[in-house]
């Protein structure tokens, strides 16, 4: 059957998607990472912290469908990278999870009880949850640029030849502080729209502004170790994107400072560092203007710059291989089958734009400042 769409375009337009999966989590789940990173050192009553726990109470679940369809995505268009990522990171992965699981049960169980002890513990948990995941994100994205400890061997069996600590490099923590930094920088901003004004709004605007300083530093850091450390690999052989998908077949070779090749390629690629930077700048700006749509917006743009920046400067890289780049996996060499992709294209077409209008749809309804009075009068508040 003949397509109206080639191979090499819908393996392009999946990659596209699957960049636009991870920012779409990134701009609405990443902000509840971050306020519950922030929780702690924003709130000090237990009133501030219900407050706080509020602004993300009506809309947390429905932007961990982000998450979830990020994970389907990668299982049905790039079956190699799901392979060799889901079972490389296993560990770390169970680390996010178990993170993860700790925050619905804190949600629904914190003001069960009025003991002090007990809602300290299920605020600890809401940290946790916040924290540990935009960390190990961080850390495995930093892993990915580093190169995966993984080979394939003539069958395409993958072996993992890492270990859980093994994760943890100076360039993979450089990384995972950018991400925690960005995602608090989110959280700070999300509180100054959400929270009522006063002493939280307070606490998260002074945090906000450090976290935007750090991601401006460590987003400059991971640039300079990107042009001047061992990072990149590059393309050495013939190309055929059309191909079918065999991850050795593609010649590759480690080379340091490939990773900024496409920027001189591509000039307009540079559009995605450079939004990275204003971003972060502009909700600094907004933090310190008071302007809370401004911080917002920066904050958005930033992580939206920042997430663009990594797929932009591997591309056509997706998985690369530390310790034998001939297995590294790439858009043209580890994705489905042609007509997996076109059929998955249908589906996507249809539904996710259902996502984005009941999304919008949802905020709307929800949307308004979260007060202590309230707490007093809605019994539907955490």
């Not at 340091?256 to 390629?265: E, H």
Request: with cysteine; hydrophobic share 55%.
């Amino acid at each position: 059957m003949e397509l109206p769409l080639d191979f090499a375009t819908l393996r392009l337009i999946w990659w596209a998607l699957m960049g636009v999966l991870l920012i779409g989590f990134a701009l609405t789940d990443g902000f509840d990472l971050g306020v519950g990173a922030l929780l702690p050192f924003v709130a000090k009553t237990d009133e501030e912290r219900r407050m706080v726990i509020n602004t993300v109470g009506a809309t947390w679940e429905g932007n961990q469908v982000w998450f979830v369809l990020g994970g389907g995505a990668i299982f049905a268009a790039w079956p190699f990278v799901y392979a060799v990522s889901f079972s490389g990171f296993y560990l770390a992965m169970y680390l996010v999870l178990s993170a993860l699981i700790l925050r619905p049960v804190a949600f629904k169980y914190r003001s069960k009880r009025p003991q002090a002890a007990w809602r300290r513990f299920w605020d600890g948990c809401l940290f946790i949850s916040g924290f540990v995941p935009a960390l190990v994100f961080g850390v495995a994205v930093g892993n990915v640029l580093i190169g995966v400890p993984f080979r394939l061997d003539s069958d395409l069996r993958a072996f993992y030849e890492g270990t859980l600590l093994g994760l943890f490099t100076p360039f993979s923590l450089l990384c995972g502080l950018l991400s925690v930094s960005m995602l608090v920088l989110h959280g700070a901003a999300w509180l100054g729209l959400k929270a009522e004004r006063g002493p939280v709004a307070d606490r998260a605007r002074a945090i906000g502004t450090v976290a935007a300083l750090l991601s401006l530093a460590l987003f400059a850091a991971g640039g300079l170790a990107a042009a001047f450390g061992d990072l990149g690999f590059r393309i050495t052989g013939a190309l055929d994107v059309n191909g079918f998908s065999n991850p050795l077949r593609t010649a590759v070779q480690a080379a340091p400072g490939a990773w900024l090749d496409n920027y001189g390629r591509y000039p307009w690629m540079m559009l995605a560092p450079a939004l990275g930077f204003l971003g972060a700048a502009a909700a600094l700006l907004g933090l310190w203007r008071r302007s809370e749509p401004l911080a917002f917006g920066g904050s958005s743009a930033s992580a939206l710059g920042i997430i663009a920046t990594v797929g932009l400067s591997m591309f056509p890289f997706i998985l690369p291989s530390s310790i034998d780049a001939q297995s590294s996996l790439t858009v043209w060499n580890a994705s489905s089958s042609h007509l997996t992709l076109f059929v998955m294209l249908i589906v996507t077409a249809i539904f996710l734009p259902l996502i984005l209008i009941y999304t919008a749809w949802v905020y709307r309804v929800l949307w308004g400042r979260s007060t202590t009075a309230a707490l007093r009068t809605n019994p539907d508040l955490y």
